[in-house]
């Protein structure tokens, strides 16, 4: 590749990324627009979105993506007179100026993605913004579709209007021009860094926590042997008075007492031991000494390890408003669509989390606005009928939690979930334990189940039963929480917790038979000291009553299909694990204390193994596998 290409690539990659940035905020500043309660607030973000897309009509135009220019073009001439104050938009307009800024981003899909598959036709775009000027310059704010349109010559484009158009559409000029460079210039002080490059950098750091581990094993590993002589020591004492004896006796020169054979060899035995207790304290006074050394290196290598850790980690902490920004659009959309009139509320956007947690759980949470929509919020009449306020209401908070959590909630004021239905669906797919359909809190857990779904039809947002089951798959791939509560016309409320970070968490170390496995700490309940005689057994299933409840209990051998091994003793170690209001006790050998734990991801072709997660590497370099509670959960009922 020549320099010539590879400068051009880097031209393009920039332009990429600032070209989403400026739709997202032309994007979210539209939708405030719309709703902006006074003339100062509207002038101030028509004059915003005018610069933002003045800004990427002259960008486009270095890249010679001319499409996107000409729209630019467009939009910046509609703006221009809406910056006035005499013309305002409605509704039809609002819509066509977002479905401009769609068509923008299938001409990026498909000039710089490579996108063969998206079409798009900006004539039609064109021409609606020309009519739309029109009837703005005539006096009038509507945007309707069929209106008047200024003919364009088709034969200015090299290729159908409805195709992809690979090739650049030459610029139609307006006939009002605009230059203003006086807009805000971007803060000097930032630079633009690949995402993937930050991510090799985070990935090579986080190895750094190994360190800060092998330090700690060692301090241990010191502490134990200063013990082992601190034992030798008590029993050097006990043989002190023999010891003494033996030197009495060889004071004595006794030929009597023994032989010149035993004589020499009780003189060898006394300076061996005079020897070994001299050398004993000095290695225990050398062992103390690089023990001190160890915890003060060991603190200071912790302290810079977590120090440049989270400040590496804070580089890739975004707020939640990168998601959140596209919220209201499709509120928006999907109201209109299905007829209803909907409000969202929005509080705690600015809180931060790690960007590669806030990738993988966009899809799920904007599956759940869309089925609060759909499912949840009713249709003016029926709102009316019910006597409630015929605009339904969407709200979504953000806050965070303890033990460097997140706490995301999500509820509407619809009609709830419907139970009866939910009901029927379940029973409707057989192998279902009937106690679970009449408590209320264990019958809405089936609403993660795949192909469970309470819609009577199916569209393409909805009814199929998949998206709930994709979103808590999600959420435990995450390690978070997920929960639910619903109430019949008041509404359904979502409560999902997340880490902070996704790199590392806390987790405990358990034995059981000859291997070493670490579970999450948000997962574990309690550690229980149970005697043999308060197992039960249940139609040839083993359990244990805690709180009342029956709690399956099972070996974690035998859960990892490693075999079974008794019981060593009448007193057994048992650990609760919970997953989303069901629990079982799994039978483990030993456990350790809490610890940080680094997180290494299988390969894609691995993440099928059942019960495993991933793995980490200890303090002392062994590997160790993390078990997955939901599979183990999954693993107990499945055999019951």
Same mark, same amino acid.
């Given at each position: 590749?020549?320099?010539?290409?590879?400068? /051009?690539?880097?031209?393009?990659?920039?332009?990429?990324?600032?070209?989403?940035?400026?739709?997202?905020?032309?994007?979210?500043?539209?939708?405030?627009?719309?709703?902006?309660?006074?003339?100062?607030?509207?002038?101030?973000?028509?004059?915003?979105?005018?610069?933002?897309?003045?800004?990427?009509?002259?960008?486009?135009?270095?890249?010679?993506?001319?499409?996107?220019?000409?729209?630019?073009?467009?939009?910046?001439?509609?703006?221009?007179?809406?910056?006035?104050?005499?013309?305002?938009?409605?509704?039809?307009?609002?819509?066509?100026?977002?479905?401009?800024?769609?068509?923008?981003?299938?001409?990026?899909?498909?000039?710089?993605?490579?996108?063969?598959?998206?079409?798009?036709?900006?004539?039609?775009?064109?021409?609606?913004?020309?009519?739309?000027?029109?009837?703005?310059?005539?006096?009038?704010?509507?945007?309707?579709?069929?209106?008047?349109?200024?003919?364009?010559?088709?034969?200015?484009?090299?290729?159908?209007?409805?195709?992809?158009?690979?090739?650049?559409?030459?610029?139609?000029?307006?006939?009002?021009?605009?230059?203003?460079?006086?807009?805000?210039?971007?803060?000097?002080?930032?630079?633009?860094?690949?995402?993937?490059?930050?991510?090799?950098?985070?990935?090579?750091?986080?190895?750094?926590?190994?360190?800060?581990?092998?330090?700690?094993?060692?301090?241990?590993?010191?502490?134990?042997?200063?013990?082992?002589?601190?034992?030798?020591?008590?029993?050097?004492?006990?043989?002190?008075?023999?010891?003494?004896?033996?030197?009495?006796?060889?004071?004595?020169?006794?030929?009597?007492?023994?032989?010149?054979?035993?004589?020499?060899? /009780?003189?060898?035995?006394?300076?061996?031991?005079?020897?070994?207790?001299?050398?004993?304290?000095?290695?225990?006074?050398?062992?103390?000494?690089?023990?001190?050394?160890?915890?003060?290196?060991?603190?200071?290598?912790?302290?810079?390890?977590?120090?440049?850790?989270?400040?590496?980690?804070?580089?890739?902490?975004?707020?939640?408003?990168?998601?959140?920004?596209?919220?209201?659009?499709?509120?928006?959309?999907?109201?209109?669509?299905?007829?209803?009139?909907?409000?969202?509320?929005?509080?705690?956007?600015?809180?931060?989390?790690?960007?590669?947690?806030?990738?993988?759980?966009?899809?799920?949470?904007?599956?759940?606005?869309?089925?609060?929509?759909?499912?949840?919020?009713?249709?003016?009449?029926?709102?009316?009928?019910?006597?409630?306020?015929?605009?339904?209401?969407?709200?979504?908070?953000?806050?965070?939690?303890?033990?460097?959590?997140?706490?995301?909630?999500?509820?509407?004021?619809?009609?709830?979930?419907?139970?009866?239905?939910?009901?029927?669906?379940?029973?409707?797919?057989?192998?279902?334990?009937?106690?679970?359909?009449?408590?209320?809190?264990?019958?809405?857990?089936?609403?993660?189940?795949?192909?469970?779904?309470?819609?009577?039809?199916?569209?393409?947002?909805?009814?199929?039963?998949?998206?709930?089951?994709?979103?808590?798959?999600?959420?435990?791939?995450?390690?978070?929480?997920?929960?639910? @509560?619903?109430?019949?016309?008041?509404?359904?409320?979502?409560?999902?917790?997340?880490?902070?970070?996704?790199?590392?968490?806390?987790?405990?170390?358990?034995?059981?038979?000859?291997?070493?496995?670490?579970?999450?700490?948000?997962?574990?309940?309690?550690?229980?000291?149970? @005697?043999?005689?308060?197992?039960?057994?249940?139609?040839?299933?083993?359990?244990?009553?805690?709180?009342?409840?029956?709690?399956?209990?099972?070996?974690?051998?035998?859960?990892?299909?490693?075999?079974?091994?008794?019981?060593?003793?009448?007193?057994?170690?048992?650990?609760?694990?919970?997953?989303?209001?069901?629990?079982?006790?799994?039978?483990?050998?030993?456990?350790?204390?809490?610890?940080?734990?680094?997180?290494?991801?299988?390969?894609?072709?691995?993440?099928?193994?059942?019960?495993?997660?991933?793995?980490?590497?200890?303090?002392?370099?062994?590997?160790?596998?993390?078990?997955?509670?939901?599979?183990?959960?999954?693993?107990?009922?499945?055999?019951?």
């Amino acid at each position: 590749m020549s320099e010539k290409d590879e400068f /051009l690539q880097r031209i393009i990659a920039a332009f990429e990324i600032e070209a989403e940035e400026i739709l997202e905020t032309m994007t979210t500043s539209l939708l405030a627009l719309e709703k902006a309660d006074s003339e100062a607030e509207r002038l101030e973000l028509l004059e915003l979105i005018y610069r933002q897309a003045h800004t990427l009509k002259g960008a486009s135009r270095a890249v010679d993506i001319l499409e996107v220019e000409t729209v630019c073009q467009e939009l910046e001439t509609v703006f221009s007179i809406l910056k006035s104050g005499e013309r305002h938009l409605n509704a039809e307009g609002v819509d066509l100026l977002l479905r401009s800024i769609d068509l923008i981003r299938k001409i990026l899909a498909v000039r710089i993605g490579g996108d063969s598959s998206v079409s798009y036709n900006v004539i039609s775009i064109v021409s609606s913004l020309k009519s739309l000027l029109i009837k703005l310059s005539n006096g009038s704010n509507s945007a309707s579709e069929d209106a008047a349109v200024p003919v364009i010559d088709e034969e200015m484009y090299e290729h159908e209007p409805v195709t992809a158009g690979m090739t650049s559409l030459p610029k139609i000029v307006s006939q009002q021009t605009f230059a203003d460079d006086n807009w805000k210039q971007e803060d000097r002080e930032t630079i633009r860094v690949s995402i993937s490059k930050l991510d090799k950098l985070l990935m090579q750091l986080e190895e750094m926590l190994a360190v800060k581990l092998s330090t700690i094993q060692m301090k241990k590993q010191l502490q134990v042997m200063l013990k082992h002589f601190a034992r030798w020591r008590t029993g050097a004492s006990e043989i002190i008075p023999s010891v003494n004896l033996l030197r009495e006796i060889k004071g004595q020169k006794s030929e009597n007492c023994c032989s010149q054979m035993e004589y020499k060899a /009780l003189q060898k035995t006394l300076r061996f031991l005079h020897w070994g207790d001299t050398l004993a304290k000095k290695t225990e006074a050398d062992l103390a000494r690089m023990l001190k050394f160890w915890e003060d290196e060991s603190e200071a290598i912790n302290l810079q390890v977590d120090t440049l850790l989270w400040d590496t980690k804070k580089i890739m902490m975004v707020p939640f408003s990168e998601v959140l920004e596209l919220f209201p659009k499709i509120v928006r959309d999907l109201s209109r669509e299905n007829g209803k009139s909907v409000k969202l509320i929005i509080r705690g956007e600015a809180i931060e989390i790690d960007r590669r947690i806030l990738e993988r759980l966009k899809n799920p949470l904007i599956h759940l606005l869309r089925n609060s929509i759909d499912h949840g919020i009713e249709k003016p009449a029926e709102r009316k009928r019910k006597q409630k306020d015929e605009m339904g209401v969407i709200s979504i908070n953000l806050e965070r939690s303890h033990k460097k959590r997140i706490r995301f909630t999500i509820e509407d004021d619809g009609a709830g979930i419907n139970l009866k239905k939910l009901k029927m669906a379940v029973q409707a797919q057989g192998t279902i334990q009937n106690q679970d359909l009449e408590a209320e809190d264990k019958l809405i857990q089936y609403i993660y189940r795949s192909g469970i779904s309470t819609s009577d039809t199916v569209n393409e947002i909805s009814g199929r039963g998949l998206g709930l089951a994709i979103m808590k798959r999600s959420i435990d791939d995450l390690e978070g929480t997920i929960e639910v @509560k619903t109430e019949k016309d008041k509404g359904t409320r979502f409560v999902i917790e997340l880490p902070v970070s996704l790199v590392t968490f806390r987790g405990i170390i358990v034995h059981a038979g000859d291997g070493e496995y670490v579970i999450p700490t948000t997962r574990i309940d309690r550690v229980l000291l149970i @005697k043999k005689e308060d197992i039960k057994t249940i139609e040839n299933k083993s359990i244990i009553y805690y709180e009342r409840e029956l709690v399956p209990l099972a070996c974690l051998e035998s859960i990892l299909e490693k075999g079974f091994s008794p019981p060593k003793s009448d007193r057994l170690l048992v650990m609760l694990i919970n997953d989303e209001g069901r629990q079982i006790a799994i039978r483990i050998d030993g456990i350790e204390e809490e610890q940080e734990i680094l997180v290494k991801s299988f390969n894609p072709h691995l993440k099928s193994i059942r019960n495993i997660a991933g793995a980490t590497i200890l303090g002392s370099g062994k590997i160790v596998p993390i078990l997955n509670p939901q599979d183990m959960v999954n693993t107990v009922f499945k055999k019951k």
